[in-house]
């Protein structure tokens, strides 16, 4: 088998021990790997129906035949959960070297079941694979939990394995069950949306060290070094990934804003004065840029690490990233460079995830603003750029302390305990990313039909939404949505794979590392398939229809270039060529199709 390993590492932290598995070859052909596989897998052995905080829901590190393979952005790795925060199927995706590094040990997954009595860590060296007390790990910041588990080493692995390992960690929001609590890995990288640093902290599981030292077959040697040149001079002369290099997503923030497209107080606005200075990114690059960081077989080290002169502050942090300044800048009113970068540590540090965090303190300050959330409630004065109070809030959430504890439960529950429920601008319980919908509409029916939620890495339009043809968007939201299914399922980095060249790259790639005569339109459906079966997941977890809404100030009122989101018009369409019925319930025809009957029964 190439490019696969063809094995998964089961860990049970309910009786403490571990157990290497084959993959069927099938399920790897006909799901690919990562989201795809760990979906499979999900689906067969666990309930939809499950509390995601309890013992029985299971957290699965998956990687891709790409991986570690030396592909070009080809390092990263996907869990598959489910989500405490919207209950429906997870799927975040994360850069840096976890993945290679679980593919170099010998694995293409890892699952992690059941509940530890006492916080532990896990170390995975190879086939060597032990559950260690982490008591002492418990209550730590991310950063530090990653020093203290590195240094604490330095007697059994040598410099060259204490240098290459990698790390996932949970920080105290985590280990308190903060509903949107992300898993943060290698210095600041995080698996953000969805709430999986939640259950990882319901496992009581701290952390996941992994030093492997094989290595990655491919099928085709010689015509994989021809690809990998030819991409890296493809790569030279594309302006748009010469731009990505310097900036990361920095040249993001001008360019949304500029465009009414922009967060702004709790999507109240498409534009915010204060991000006008963003249009030219070197403002940003030039007053945070410690040096760029990318990820392992990337030579576009679009990661940024930043640093500002502030001792409560100290070291550096990864990012901000684009949608993390629009949720904790403007989105909350915040304008000012270094109180953005204080919001993002904390974030990293506490281990939350930084949209999510943005979109429930925003409803938060709209709330008080017009006198629904007492004073009194919260402990001290709230509002749209009070940056004293917000960075005050993300720590008492983390801990879930005071007013954070209801924070912590997410933007529905904040927003229906002070009876305005249409104040929290979320999907399916998961707070909007950066983007307006009232500024590109079919943005609003991407967010709506997302499996996941109000997510915006599942479907990627907007980043290239000139070179297609707005008559069309709903149709082109339903391939694209297939598209970046196979992209996770690789796994690969959708901001570098997101255009139309890069389809036939993914299939070069695919064809040349596994062997495997995968075709064009054999990927489509294998996209296809992956996404009905999230969605007949989440059918039989309870949601369904009534949950692929935007909120009514998306719909009802024109706040963004005089225009609203049409999506009741654009979600009937949408359903017909997904090959779903007036309820959002995939037809017998179209699972059957899919090979998807017996998944689908009863429905």
């Not at 679980?102 to 995975?124: N, W």
């Not at 402990?379 to 954070?404: N, V």
């Amino acid at each position: 088998m190439f490019a696969w390993k063809g094995k998964l590492l089961r860990i049970d932290l309910s009786r403490g021990n571990c157990s290497v598995e084959e993959i069927p070859p099938d399920l790897l052909r006909d799901y690919i790997g990562g989201r795809g596989a760990g979906l499979r897998i999900l689906f067969d052995e666990m309930d939809p129906r499950t509390d995601p905080l309890g013992p029985e829901n299971k957290l699965i590190f998956a990687t891709g035949p790409l991986v570690g393979t030396g592909v070009p952005a080809g390092g990263r790795y996907i869990v598959v959960s489910k989500s405490p925060l919207s209950g429906a199927i997870a799927n975040p995706c994360c850069g840096g070297y976890f993945g290679p590094n679980l593919k170099f040990a010998g694995y293409d997954l890892l699952i992690v079941e059941g509940q530890s009595p006492d916080p532990v860590y896990v170390v995975i060296r190879d086939d060597r694979v032990e559950i260690r007390p982490a008591a002492h790990l418990w209550g730590k910041w991310a950063t530090e939990t990653e020093h203290l588990i590195r240094s604490g080493m330095g007697g059994e692995f040598d410099a060259w394995e204490l240098n290459n390992m990698s790390i996932v960690t949970i920080g105290p929001a985590g280990e308190n069950l903060v509903k949107f609590a992300c898993i943060m890995s290698d210095g600041g990288r995080a698996a953000g949306r969805s709430g999986l640093g939640a259950v990882m902290g319901s496992k009581r599981l701290k952390g996941l060290v992994v030093c492997g030292t094989g290595d990655v077959t491919v099928a085709d040697v010689d015509g994989f070094k021809r690809a990998v040149m030819e991409f890296f001079e493809e790569g030279r002369a594309n302006q748009s990934l010469e731009k990505r290099r310097r900036y990361g997503t920095w040249s993001l923030p001008g360019r949304a804003n500029k465009t009414g497209t922009q967060a702004a107080l709790n999507f109240q606005s498409g534009y915010f004065e204060p991000f006008c200075k963003f249009e030219d990114p070197d403002v940003i690059r030039d007053s945070l840029r410690v040096r760029d960081e990318g990820c392992f077989g990337c030579p576009f080290a679009c990661g940024k690490r930043s640093r500002i002169q502030d001792l409560a502050y100290p070291g550096t942090a990864k990012g901000p990233e684009h949608e993390s300044m629009a949720l904790l800048g403007s989105n909350c009113g915040i304008g000012d460079l270094d109180d953005i970068f204080r919001a993002n540590y904390l974030c990293n540090e506490l281990g939350m995830d930084t949209i999510s965090s943005g979109a429930i303190l925003s409803c938060a300050m709209e709330l008080s603003e017009r006198g629904y959330l007492p004073e009194k409630d919260v402990g001290f004065p709230l509002g749209f750029g009070s940056t004293a109070a917000m960075f005050q809030l993300m720590r008492m959430t983390a801990l879930r302390e005071g007013f954070g504890d209801l924070l912590a439960e997410g933007g529905n529950a904040l927003a229906r305990k002070y009876g305005h429920p249409e104040l929290f601008m979320g999907i399916k319980g998961m707070g909007m990313p950066a983007w307006h919908p009232q500024g590109i509409e079919v943005i609003g029916l991407q967010y709506a039909t997302n499996n996941v939620g109000g997510c915006h890495t599942k479907a990627t339009l907007p980043f290239y939404e000139g070179r297609k043809d707005p008559a069309h968007h709903v149709a082109q939201t339903k391939e694209d949505q297939d598209y970046i299914a196979v992209v996770d399922s690789g796994v690969l980095c959708w901001i570098i794979y997101h255009g139309p060249l890069w389809g036939e790259k993914l299939l070069s790639w695919l064809r040349i590392t596994t062997g495997v005569d995968y075709t064009e339109g054999g990927l489509s459906v294998i996209g296809e398939r992956i996404w009905n079966l999230e969605r007949i997941f989440n059918l039989r977890a309870g949601i369904s229809k009534k949950d692929d809404r935007l909120p009514k100030r998306m719909t009802d009122e024109p706040r963004v270039k005089n225009q609203v989101v049409h999506l009741d018009r654009m979600l009937t369409e949408y359903y017909g060529l997904r090959g779903w019925n007036e309820e959002g319930v995939p037809t017998p025809g179209k699972l059957k199709a899919l090979g998807l009957e017996k998944e689908g029964a009863g429905m």
